[in-house]
């Protein structure tokens, strides 16, 4: 399935074109290579690195939706590998880290 289309079934975009904007810059990672074009494939099993916002999310897909259905369908076909951890984004302000330094 393209990637594109993944990330509008998933509910992490509103719409394909959207989908196809976040894809564009290279920030999505597949299985750590970094995507710059919307259609490349993504199978089950494979693990998706989005940034959303000021954050990353880690997601594995555990299965290929066939539709945009309701968030609750969506959320059972991917898993956060990152769930309670808060990555920020290098150059992200967060001024609680730096003074654990």
């Known amino acids: 399935m393209r990637i594109d289309l993944l990330l509008t079934r998933l509910r992490f975009a509103r719409s394909r074109s959207i989908a196809q904007a976040q894809v564009a810059p290279g920030h999505i990672r597949c299985n750590g290579t ?3 074009r919307p259609n490349c494939a993504v199978n089950e099993g494979d693990v998706l690195t989005l940034p959303m916002g000021r954050a990353v999310r880690v997601i594995e897909i555990l299965a290929l939706p066939e539709r945009r259905g309701p968030p609750a369908e969506a959320q059972a076909c991917y898993r956060v590998l ?3 951890a ?3 984004i290098a150059g992200a302000n967060n001024r609680e880290d730096a003074a654990r330094i």
């Open 82 to 84: 990152d769930a309670g």
């Open 34 to 36: 970094r995507i710059t």
């Open 86 to 88: 808060s990555i920020a």
